[in-house]
């Protein structure tokens, strides 16, 4: 059965400072990888999605990259914003379902 | 163009009544996906359907748990006789089809069950 690990569970930072999110899966055999973006009391906003045989992904101040064969990936975003602050969840597909990390909360502060 | 929209947004129910969740997919979707987030479990996935094939229904925690999906299109979650253990955001998420497990999944904004 397919892990998702994520680290740091919590995060603060002042604004300006950029953010590394870690996330790490058991089994390398994936079809590709999403990181999301929850809101309190809200639903998942898909932030980045790296296909297996990608290594990384970018979009605007965030970039992920992906090394499957050691079932990493890493999330970097660049000149954190207050705005930024959220829960960040990686998820990973094998076999058609995601499997979710439980996430990293991240604040920043002003 | 619109997204996925669940509905209700919340749900208040008495233990030991249904309930039914109900999902519209992005116009095009032919794949869906119900996902439970609760606090103990965190995110897990519970029923996958993709056009006219057979549901995987692999993680549905227990037989009081269905789901339909209505001309590939609207689906519906069912939680019979519901208990405390079933309160959860339940969230729904449709993807293109075409390309399977490769395509990207969006998601609505959930719907949180309360169960008294």
């Known amino acids: 059965k397919q892990e998702v690990t994520q680290i740091p569970a919590a995060l603060s930072v002042p604004e300006g400072e950029n953010l590394v999110l870690n996330c790490s899966f058991t089994?390398?055999?994936?079809?590709?990888l999403q990181w999301f973006r929850q809101d309190p009391g809200k639903g998942l906003t898909s932030l980045l999605l790296?296909?297996?045989?990608?290594r990384e992904q970018t979009s605007g101040r965030l970039n992920a990259s992906l090394d499957k064969s050691s079932g990493r990936s890493t999330l970097y975003i660049a000149a954190s914003q207050p705005g930024d602050s959220a829960t960040y969840l990686c998820a990973v597909v094998d076999d058609y379902k995601l499997s979710f990390g439980a996430g990293t909360t991240v604040t920043v502060r002003a | 163009g619109a997204g996925v929209s669940q509905s209700p947004s919340n749900k208040v129910t008495e233990k030991g009544k249904d309930v039914e969740l109900r999902c519209d997919p992005i116009s095009g979707h032919t794949a869906l996906y119900w996902y439970r987030q609760s606090l103990g479990q965190g995110l897990e996935f519970l029923i996958y359907?993709?056009?006219?094939?057979?549901?995987?229904k692999s993680g549905l925690p227990s037989d009081r748990f269905s789901a339909e999906r209505t001309g590939g299109s609207v689906s519906t979650l069912t939680i019979q006789r519901t208990q405390q253990e079933d309160s959860a955001v339940y969230l729904c998420?449709?993807?293109?089809?075409?390309?399977?497990?490769?395509?990207?999944?969006?998601f609505g904004p959930g719907t949180r069950l309360t169960v008294l």
């Open positions: 790296i296909q297996s045989s990608q």
């Open positions: 359907f993709q056009g006219n094939s057979a549901p995987d």
């Open positions: 089994d390398s055999a994936i079809y590709n």
């Open positions: 998420a449709s993807s293109p089809g075409a390309g399977g497990p490769y395509n990207e999944q969006f």
